[in-house]
């Protein structure tokens, strides 16, 4: 079964804390993703990678970085935490779709970290 | 931008009946096309997906429909159940998988 796993489901933490959170796939995917989900926003892409150690900017990169050293692993770090950063992060991973004949483009989803920053 | 976007926020069904969960779309380039469903507090969970070059696709309970001409997605579920309750969303991405867009979503409730 085909699996995006992130490491914490729930933290808090305090202003100016760092914050790691960690996402890993087992499906040898190359694209993957962080979002964060705010309720009536929807999902907002912060950063994606396509390859390792290559990132991209998304939407709302600010106050955000990444870190993707293996192809199964991708971080999103919170330098120093605000706030206004409170939120649900989600991860997730897909495949480059090759083509019309190609079976899928999926965005498989992790759980989710809820984060909250006091 | 190009934006994904719902129609209604919240449906209310009885069991048992159907339920259509529409979404607008902008991006007339976008070639592939996916319906999540999130339950609280878990991941979105994939249910069905359909490429620009088909106008429906089945699955277990559910289809989707695709109207490149409108540029609407619909989601039908058939004999909605409890378990059916979520938040529904659509996206949209292109060919390479990296660009996805996302609708707001609608909360479905099911009725005893």
């Known amino acids: 079964d085909v699996k995006v796993t992130q490491s914490s489901r729930y933290l808090v933490k305090r202003t100016g804390e760092k914050v790691f959170l960690e996402c890993v796939q087992d499906m040898d995917h190359e694209n993957m993703f962080w979002y964060r989900q705010d309720p009536g926003l929807g999902l907002r892409l912060i950063y994606f990678s396509y390859d390792v150690k290559m990132k991209e900017k998304g939407d709302i990169p600010e106050g955000y970085s990444v870190s993707r050293e293996k192809k199964e692993r991708f971080s999103l770090i919170l330098e120093s935490a605000s706030t206004n950063q409170t939120s649900m992060y989600l991860c997730?991973?897909?495949?480059?779709?090759?083509?019309?004949?190609?079976?899928?483009?999926?965005?498989?989803f992790g759980e989710g970290s809820r984060l909250t920053v006091l | 931008g190009e934006s994904v976007g719902l129609h209604l926020p919240t449906l209310s069904v009885q069991e048992g009946d159907n339920s259509i969960i529409n979404c607008a779309y902008s991006?007339?380039?976008?070639?592939?096309f996916i319906w999540y469903k999130q339950e609280s507090g878990k991941g979105p969970q994939f249910i069905i997906d359909i490429r620009s070059n088909m106008d429906k696709r089945q699955g277990q309970r559910v289809t989707v429909l695709l109207n490149k001409t409108v540029k609407h997605l619909s989601l039908q579920i058939a004999a909605t159940q409890p378990g059916d309750s979520a938040v529904y969303f659509c996206a949209e991405t292109d060919n390479y998988g990296q660009n996805f867009v996302f609708g707001p979503g609608t909360r479905l409730s099911v009725l005893p």
């Open positions: 997730a991973s897909s495949l480059v779709l090759a083509g019309e004949n190609a079976n899928t483009g999926e965005l498989f």
């Open positions: 991006n007339s380039a976008s070639d592939y």
